[in-house]
Nanobody, 117 residues
Framework: QVQLVESGGGSVRAGGSLRLSCAAS????????MGWYRQAPGKQRDVVAL???????HYGDGVEGRFTISRDNTGTTVHMQMNSLKPEDTAVYYC???????????WGQGTQVTVSL
């Protein structure tokens, strides 16, 4: 079992920046993917950014070039730097981990990001 704790959410004006972090309760060993999804009110949960244990990254629609995902070498923490934020980035952001050898998936509790004009 893995617990994920997010931090770094908040409110910012359009054009501003935030940095989200997610800490896992244990080392995520083996082949895995860590990253972020987001869900706006009345919408489905969508992928924002993912990074694999081999360093491959994937970005969702509309964030590439503005958001940068990274993970530390301990295999316990993933970060996402969000720049040039837009009101449409407003959502609850969820940390996500999947251990691809077992297909075990874990979610954080979510952190609110609000971008105003």
């Amino acid at each position: 079992q893995v617990q994920l704790v997010e931090s770094g959410g908040g409110s910012v004006r359009a054009g501003g920046s935030l940095r989200l972090s997610c800490a896992a309760s244990r080392i995520i060993s083996g082949s895995n993917v860590m990253g972020w999804y987001r869900q706006a009110p009345g919408k489905q949960r969508d992928v924002v950014a993912l990074v694999s244990s081999t360093g491959d990254t994937h970005y969702g629609d509309g964030v590439e070039g503005r958001f940068t995902i990274s993970r530390d070498n301990t295999g316990t923490t993933v970060h996402m730097q969000m720049n040039s934020l837009k009101p449409e980035d407003t959502a609850v952001y969820y940390c996500y981990v999947i251990e691809t050898t077992t297909m075990a998936k874990y979610w954080g509790q979510g952190t609110q990001v609000t971008v105003s004009l």
